[in-house]
T-cell receptor
Framework: EAGVAQSPRYKIIEKRQSVAFWCNPI?????LYWYQQILGQGPKLLIQ????????DSQLPKDRFSAERLKGVDSTLKIQPAKLEDSAVYLC?????????????FGQGTRLTVV | AQTVTQSQPEMSVQEAETVTLSCTYD???????LFWYKQPPSRQMILVIR??????QNATENRFSVNFQKAAKSFSLKISDSQLGDAAMYFC????????????FGTGTSLTVIP
């Protein structure tokens, strides 16, 4: 089966600019996650969707970050305006359900550099 | 929030030898799941092994096994007969058994396999 697809792989922007990342989860996966992985740290959850509804966005900096999952399939994560500290790898993951023992499948991530 | 600690930023092992990666976690919950994920340079996180907290038997997957000590809140990963392809970042992760809860990741251990 096809894996989680993310684009772009790399992005360089200047601070205060906006950027958007796209994720296409594995077909049939109801749960979708966006993680932020800063260099030298483990991934940190930004937002979690179940179908097209938000399950958890408590760690999403809502003044500059937004995410949507229209029709419960693809998702986009946007940053506007970007700050230097947003430089990180943004990982998208999906799983069949919210059940805790369900494996999450990850994409290859987007490496964002803010200069 | 739960915390996951990986105290070994870097480890190395000779090819064909055995290495153990350490992980400890902090939780007040009794039912949860623990995971080890591998992240190669491609950045795609891959599930290595998972453990259910209510199961006393340690999980094994081919050359990978865990030593789960629930009372000590310890979850180490043993890689036997190390191969060059095992070189990667390894992340320990915790997930509550309550549906919908997020993964909490450690900071990772970079494993080098020496030919």
């Amino acid at each position: 089966e096809a894996g989680v697809a993310q684009s772009p792989r790399y992005k360089i922007i200047e601070k205060r600019q906006s950027v958007a990342f796209w994720c296409n989860p594995i077909s049939g996966h109801a749960t979708l996650y966006w993680y932020q992985q800063i260099l030298g740290q483990g991934p940190k959850l930004l937002i979690q969707f179940q179908n097209n509804g938000v399950v958890d966005d408590s760690q999403l900096p809502k003044d500059r970050f937004s995410a949507e999952r229209l029709k419960g399939v693809d998702s986009t994560l946007k940053i506007q305006p970007a700050k230097l500290e947003d430089s990180a790898v943004y990982l998208c993951a999906s799983s069949w359900t919210l059940t805790a023992n369900t494996e999450a499948f990850f994409g290859q991530g987007t490496r964002l550099t803010v200069v | 929030a739960q915390t996951v600690t990986q105290s070994q930023p870097e480890m190395s092992v000779q090819e064909a030898e055995t290495v153990t990666l350490s992980c400890t976690y902090d939780t007040s919950e009794s039912d949860y799941y623990l995971f080890w994920y591998k992240q190669p340079p491609s950045r795609q996180m891959i599930l290595v092994i998972r453990q259910e907290a209510y199961k006393q038997q340690n999980a094994t997957e081919n050359r990978f096994s865990v030593n789960f000590q629930k009372a000590a809140k310890s979850f180490s990963l043993k890689i036997s007969d190390s191969q060059l392809g095992d070189a990667a970042m390894y992340f320990c992760a915790y997930r509550s058994a309550d549906t919908g809860n997020q993964f909490y990741f450690g900071t990772g251990t970079s494993l080098t396999v020496i030919p």
